[in-house]
């Protein structure tokens, strides 16, 4: 099992930048396929980013479309941690962000994800 704990979301101007964590305790990430998912009011959680870690493959990322250039995710298998650095914000980037592991490594469909950690909110302003 793995426990989760975002932070590092807050208030930021469109065009400014903000960097997510996420802490996990327990298991390590490098045995998980770690995701970042959004989810804004009224609409469904979707998929950000994805990472995960393959012993003949290496570390190899995902982004959504809509974030691609912007977003990058990171992990550290050291200290435990997945990062999400976040550039050029734009407004509809606004919401709840939420790291997320999955036993079957990276993928984009939240429902294939068996642990989530409480969220952490971002909030772009114009």
């Known amino acids: 099992q793995v426990h989760l704990v975002e932070s590092g979301g807050g208030l930021v101007q469109a065009g400014g930048s903000l960097r997510l964590s996420c802490a996990a305790s327990g298991d390590s990430i490098s045995d998980y396929g770690m995701g970042w998912f959004r989810q804004a009011p009224g609409k469904e959680r979707e998929f950000v980013a994805g990472i995960d870690w393959r012993r003949n493959i290496g570390t190899r990322t995902d982004s959504a479309d809509s974030v691609e250039g912007r977003f990058t995710i990171s992990g550290d298998d050291v200290s435990n941690m997945v990062y999400l650095q976040m550039n050029s914000l734009k407004p509809e980037d606004t919401a709840v962000y939420y790291c997320?592991?999955?036993?079957?490594?990276?993928?984009?469909?939240?429902?294939?994800?068996?642990?989530w950690g409480q969220g952490t909110q971002v909030t772009v302003s114009s």
């Open positions: 997320a592991a999955n036993r079957l490594g990276r993928g984009t469909r939240w429902a294939a994800y068996d642990y």
